[in-house]
């Protein structure tokens, strides 16, 4: 059996003919190649089975006793523009074959035709049918399960981005994106899985640095061995313990050898190649995860998509709580431009929600920054500043922001402040030995 009857065995192949002979050689070969095949003698019946079943392509004959082939095909067009028409004909009737291509037909088959021939333009045929259903299962799946959260922006870097998932997404290669924390990886990995023909398959995210690690593995392995059938997507996959790197490892190992119904997508906003260096992570695993590198780019890097990707969080928040947007002011709109953003899209979108459910006309003004950004005063970043003096870099306004606020807000407050998670505040506030003088009040 050949590999398009294989990924095609449940196609349903409506045959419109009035010649016992033909009908039965064409049904014989559609049902040996593993399609479901139906029979119509005319073009009303052919058109009533199409409207009592659903079929994935039609083969009718030019002629027939109560039309021509054209006739069905603009029939089957006007009520079902998505369906695959081929036409048989004769070397004779030539301009009767470009005439149903200009009609919407797909292809044209001339008597008496090639099995081999045949097979292939039926198998071609049905592949351009799948693909416009996936694409249409695509759109549909993009609009339920990104809402705000779609891939948004026109800057070299993302376009980058968008380019290579489309390249990529049909293939089960095995994908790293990375990117500093907040850039949006994980939205980079749906995509991914909704661009490919996997997008009727779950998508499972497993956060490898937040999962408790006696969790992680059972978690982690009852998905591989449960076989998803979709993408596991595993999140911050620097934070895998040496043994579950091992396990990792063989599976990937096992998953190259022989056909695995999954696609492994892992993200990391670390430096893998550093932490190899260092004996931290694991090479051949490294290179295992990394057929498809995906790097998406910060926040500040991204120039005018800051403003794209605030108009869209504010619509989308303003629908949501039944408000109009009307707008950013300039001085609203300089802040968001110049600011550094050091949580990336993470903290746009936070701060653009909170001013939205804040705000008390449709246009977000410069008053509102004082209700939405609590560290504005610190933000010297954000604007240019007196005397030439040097604009804070990202970490040291971290720093500075965490240093001043500690001890007035919890940690789930300073996280949302600053747009990062609270593990990557934990391992900052770490690093530089910061304590609180008390605990702040959740």
């Known amino acids: 059996m050949t590999a398009n009857s294989q990924q095609h065995r449940s196609a349903r192949v409506l045959v419109i003919d009035d010649d016992p002979g033909?009908?039965?050689?064409?049904?014989?070969?559609?049902?040996?190649?593993?399609?479901?095949?139906?029979?119509?003698?005319?073009?009303?019946?052919?058109?009533?089975?199409?409207?009592?079943?659903?079929?994935?392509?039609?083969?009718?004959?030019?002629?027939?006793?109560?039309?021509?082939g054209l006739d069905a095909i603009r029939a089957i067009r006007a009520g079902h523009a998505e369906l695959p028409i081929i036409m048989?004909?004769?070397?004779?009737?030539?301009?009767?074959?470009?005439?149903?291509?200009?009609?919407?037909?797909?292809?044209?088959?001339?008597?008496?035709?090639?099995?081999?021939?045949?097979?292939?333009?039926?198998?071609?045929?049905?592949?351009?049918?799948?693909?416009?259903?996936?694409?249409?299962?695509?759109?549909?799946?993009?609009?339920?399960?990104?809402?705000?959260?779609?891939?948004?922006?026109?800057?070299?870097?993302?376009?980058?981005?968008?380019?290579?998932?489309?390249?990529?997404?049909?293939?089960?290669?095995?994908?790293?994106?990375?990117?500093?924390?907040?850039?949006?990886?994980?939205?980079?990995?749906?995509?991914?899985?909704?661009?490919?023909?996997?997008?009727?398959?779950?998508?499972?995210?497993?956060?490898?640095?937040?999962?408790?690690?006696?969790?992680l593995e059972g978690e982690l392995f009852g998905q591989v061995e449960s076989g998803i059938g979709g993408t596991l997507f595993l999140d911050e996959i620097s934070e895998l313990g040496p043994a579950l790197q091992m396990k990792l490892m063989r599976v990937l190992e096992e998953k190259a050898l022989r056909p695995m119904d999954m696609r492994f997508v892992a993200a990391t906003h670390r430096d893998l190649a550093a932490l190899i260096e260092r004996g931290r992570f694991r090479k051949d695993l490294y290179y295992r995860l990394n057929v498809i590198s995906i790097q998406v780019p910060p926040l500040r890097e991204r120039g005018s998509d800051v403003l794209l990707l605030a108009r869209h969080f504010a619509e989308h928040y303003a629908r949501k709580l039944g408000k109009r947007f009307g707008g950013f002011d300039a001085e609203f709109s300089a802040f968001l431009e110049n600011y550094p953003w050091p949580g990336n899209v993470r903290e746009l979108e936070n701060m653009i929600e909170r001013a939205v459910i804040l705000a008390d006309a449709?246009?977000?003004?410069?008053?509102?920054?004082?209700?939405?950004?609590?560290?504005?005063?610190?933000?010297r970043a954000a604007a240019p500043l007196p005397g030439g003096a040097r604009p804070l870099a990202i970490e040291e306004y971290i720093r500075e922001v965490i240093e001043r606020f500690q001890d007035s807000h919890s940690e789930t407050e300073l996280a949302r402040m600053l747009g990062i998670g609270r593990k990557a505040l934990w391992m900052r506030r770490r690093q530089w030995g910061l304590k609180r003088m008390r605990k702040a009040a959740h």
């Open 362 to 379: 449709e246009l977000l003004t410069g008053r509102d920054l004082a209700e939405v950004a609590p560290a504005l005063p610190m933000v």
């Open 22 to 68: 033909l009908a039965e050689v064409v049904e014989l070969l559609l049902s040996r190649e593993g399609y479901a095949a139906e029979r119509a003698g005319t073009v009303k019946a052919g058109l009533e089975r199409i409207g009592a079943i659903e079929v994935d392509l039609v083969i009718t004959d030019l002629k027939l006793p109560d039309g021509t």
């Open 88 to 215: 048989i004909t004769s070397y004779s009737s030539m301009e009767s074959a470009i005439a149903a291509l200009r009609a919407g037909a797909v292809d044209y088959i001339i008597k008496p035709f090639d099995n081999d021939e045949f097979l292939h333009a039926v198998g071609r045929a049905l592949n351009e049918r799948r693909i416009t259903r996936d694409n249409t299962i695509l759109r549909r799946n993009l609009k339920n399960a990104y809402g705000a959260r779609q891939i948004v922006g026109e800057s070299p870097g993302m376009r980058r981005v968008v380019e290579l998932v489309r390249k990529v997404a049909c293939s089960d290669a095995n994908a790293l994106i990375s990117g500093e924390s907040g850039t949006g990886k994980e939205l980079v990995a749906l995509a991914l899985h909704y661009s490919s023909p996997r997008a009727d398959g779950p998508f499972v995210p497993v956060d490898c640095g937040a999962t408790p690690r006696e969790d």
